[in-house]
């Protein structure tokens, strides 16, 4: 089988992260499943990105997921807790959401071994972000060793490689990716609170942390703010 | 904090070694907040078993959780493929779901940290079984590891563990300690396939080590098998 023929589950959320993640494995000559976890989020409007974004990328199949993390809450972007906007802080902030790329990764694995796909594609970075636990790389080699434990592809000694190309990759690095890819920013969504008329709020870490990556590395966002 | 007032996540599917492992974490002393995936099974009617134990345990909270994994397919549960009939073979059966108990115990996770919960109590056992690769002890061993790198609450120190008082059961320890903990078995359900009438089909592998180890307990199971 040539690299060419071959098929990459991507995480895709909408947000710039997993676009350019999404664009990486295209450039590697993967045929591309995405997968979308509508989880019931503050920011719903990410999935109207997602959805631009796969069509963009030609993906093979895009699945939009329904799973609805509001019920069990515990994160203000779940649950009737507020979105911080004074600025990234030190500590884990409650936009963190329990476990979720923990569960968003066991589905995409799941997905894989249903679709025979080996390669799973997802955006976490671990410089410019907001200390999530889950998107450290000894989390995702956890998981990587845990997914053929889990699976009956892993146990028969067919293993899933779980891909991070923007792991060590600055804001501002994954900005100048989104160029030379050849991508549009403004396809990506992502602000944790958007105001009304669908407008990036400007304040959340989400929104701060892209402002910054665009102007570090000196490139023109097109994405309209609301302050 | 006494171990009466701790909170312990229960996955409850409505089968046989869920209902038995969710009662001895009451009998443990625990509050129960109970998880039931409706995965889009072809055997759907295992929820009203999961609703019924429930109530019967008195639980604290019953989340019934809707995640259509048929979109995803891959397995005779979730997808158009025969269930098979002829008796557990040596293989991992068509019956396997791509990565469901890593899947389901992530959910468990994030629920239990959403809830302040640092138990999860799950039914696997790996000796009367189909040879899942997500029921041995190993998965589950891997899976609390991976827990703590997961979560805020783990990253914090304040760790998971995963309860599997059924690991090392037969099939026939499981049926008695149902009596010993006076619970109905006809509350529970085991089918894969029912047949018209909400009849277990007595055939697959699930009806087949369920009759087994009642037999070998010499215990009655007032279930009624259509065949």
């Known amino acids: 089988m040539t690299s060419e023929s071959r098929k990459a589950i991507i995480l895709l959320s909408g947000g710039l992260d997993s676009m350019v993640s999404a664009a990486i494995a295209a450039e590697q000559g993967y045929r591309l499943i995405a997968l979308t976890v509508d989880y ?74 249903a679709r025979d796909a080996r390669d799973i594609f997802i955006g976490v970075n671990a410089l410019d972000y907001s200390g999530y636990p889950d998107c450290r790389p000894e989390f995702i080699e956890g998981f990587e060793r845990l997914a053929d434990l889990a699976t009956k592809a892993g146990d028969q000694g067919s293993g899933f490689t779980i891909q991070t190309p923007l792991q060590h990759m600055t804001k501002a690095d994954i900005a100048r990716e989104a160029i030379r890819l050849g991508l549009d920013p403004a396809w990506s969504w992502s602000c944790y609170d958007p105001a009304p008329g669908d407008l990036p709020c400007g304040l959340c870490d989400s929104c701060r942390l892209r402002q910054k990556g665009f102007e570090e590395a000196g490139i023109v966002d097109p994405t309209r703010y609301v302050t």
């Open 40 to 113: 019931n989020q503050r920011h719903k409007i990410e999935l109207q990105s997602a959805q631009k974004i796969a069509e963009k990328l030609g993906v093979d199949e895009h699945i939009i997921l329904p799973l609805d993390l509001s019920r069990f809450g515990g994160s203000a972007l779940t649950a009737d807790i507020d979105v911080p906007k004074t600025g990234v802080a030190d500590d884990i902030p409650v936009t963190y959401v329990p476990a979720r790329n923990l569960i968003f990764l066991s589905l995409t694995l799941g997905l894989a071994e």
